[in-house]
């Protein structure tokens, strides 16, 4: 069975444009949450939705916004971005949420000119 | 907001000796869970921990919950070059979100 995917893997985009980040769950996982990591750090909560829900958002701007569609995959959405948004935002996929594992994709590593 | 924190921060081994993380919480946690995330990876999961007091092994790793379910270690004995990585402890209080430690990078030598 095919693991968690993210698309593109890499991304380049200067200050001020708009990103959409795409992911694909795990067959059978109901829910998606995507995570920031910076170099050098622990992957930091952004959101987490279920069953096309939002059920967490974590201490990010307005600029940050993300939806899960009926097939359960979900996009990330970034606005107006800054220097440092930079980093490799993973998204995650499990069954029902954060009580039960994380699988990760390789994530999308966003770098900003 | 919930914070979790490890130490060390960093740690080298020769291969063949034990290794330790810990890992706090400033809430008290409904479960903990572990990962492991090698250089250029992405992190894996090892285990997941709800009772309190909570021991549970896998080969040579050893995973324990507190009592207060507050704080979570990870050992793992007789290490070997394959363990280099980032391990990661994940906590969930009372919201759906799961909050990353600060890791513990491991580098091992052979």
């Known amino acids: 069975d095919a693991g968690v995917t993210q698309s593109p893997t890499h991304l380049i985009k200067t200050r001020g444009q708009q990103v959409t980040l795409r992911c694909s769950p795990i067959?059978?996982?109901?829910?998606v949450s995507w995570y920031q990591q910076v170099l050098g750090q622990g992957p930091q909560f952004i959101f987490q939705?279920?069953?096309?829900?939002?059920?967490g958002r974590g201490n990010f701007p307005d600029r940050f916004s993300a939806r899960q569609f009926p097939n359960y995959s979900s996009e990330l959405n970034v606005n107006a971005l800054l220097l440092g948004d930079s980093a490799l935002y993973l998204c995650?996929?499990?069954?029902?949420?954060?009580?039960?594992?994380?699988?990760f994709g390789d994530g999308t590593r966003l770098s900003i000119l | 907001g919930q914070q979790v924190m490890q130490i060390p921060q960093y740690q080298h081994v020769q291969e063949g000796e034990d290794f330790t993380t810990y890992c706090n919480s400033s809430?008290?946690?409904?479960?903990i869970q572990w990962y492991k995330q090698r250089p250029g990876g992405h992190p894996v999961f090892l285990i997941q921990?709800?009772?309190?007091?909570e021991v549970k092994k896998q080969k040579r790793l050893t995973f324990q919950f507190g009592e207060a379910k507050k704080n979570s270690s990870l050992h793992i004995t007789a290490t070997q070059t394959t363990d280099v990585g980032t391990y990661f402890c994940?906590?969930?209080?009372?919201?759906?979100?799961?909050?990353f430690g600060t890791g513990t990078r491991l580098q091992v030598f052979p």
């Open positions: 995650a996929s499990s069954l029902s949420g954060g009580n039960q594992p994380q699988h």
């Open positions: 067959s059978g996982h109901k829910s």
């Open positions: 939705y279920y069953e096309k829900e939002e059920r």
């Open positions: 809430t008290t946690l409904s479960n």
């Open positions: 921990l709800v009772k309190s007091g």
């Open positions: 994940a906590g969930l209080g009372n919201t759906d979100k799961l909050i």
